[in-house]
């Protein structure tokens, strides 16, 4: 078995498994799987924060506010602006959420 060495600060990140397995327990790829986690969290932050889309972004871990708008287009048919102001105005605003 190989040793990884690590540099100070550095993450040791685990091999990912191969794909079947995966899609075995998901039901979808591992990118897809991924895709859809991210979604769902940047999904829950625009309920429930005000944080400025390019924040919601980084806290979901898109790489920019383009990507998360991109993945929003294919997986639930809105942008995340809009995505926000529907709940909004469908489940008002929390007090908590401020």
């Known amino acids: ?12 990140r ?4 191969p794909e079947r397995p995966v899609q075995a327990t998901t039901g979808t790829t591992r990118l897809h799987w ?6 769902a969290a940047a999904r829950k932050l625009l ?8 924040e919601g972004a980084r ?8 990507t998360m708008r991109q993945h929003f287009a294919s997986h639930l048919a809105t942008s995340p602006r809009d995505y926000r102001n529907a709940f909004r ?7 908590i959420a401020r």
Do not use: K, N, W
């Open 1 to 12: 078995m190989q040793r990884h060495r690590r540099r100070p600060g550095q993450l040791l």
């Open 14 to 17: 685990r091999p990912l498994p």
């Open 34 to 39: 991924l895709i859809t986690q991210r979604v």
């Open 47 to 54: 309920e429930l924060t005000d944080h400025p889309l390019p």
């Open 59 to 66: 806290r979901a871990d898109f790489g920019s506010e383009v």
């Open 89 to 95: 105005h469908t489940a008002g605003s929390s007090p």
